[in-house]
């Protein structure tokens, strides 16, 4: 391999670990943000329904 295809092969692969990063970095803020705000479940949406009935 050239020094020429070398640097290619780091800049593409520099690229793709980047762009691996960022996949990882949003899924990590995506499950943050599911934890903190989670689902409502069946009692909250009664407690919900019920406050709005008063």
């Not at 990590?28 to 709005?52: G, H, N």
Request: charged share 25%.
């Amino acid at each position: 391999m050239t020094p020429e295809e070398q640097k290619q092969f780091q800049t593409r692969q520099k690229s793709r670990n980047k762009a691996l990063g960022l996949v990882l970095v949003g899924l990590v803020v995506l499950f943050f943000a599911l934890t903190i705000v989670r689902f409502p479940d069946a009692d909250d949406r009664a407690a919900a329904a019920a406050e709005q009935a008063k």
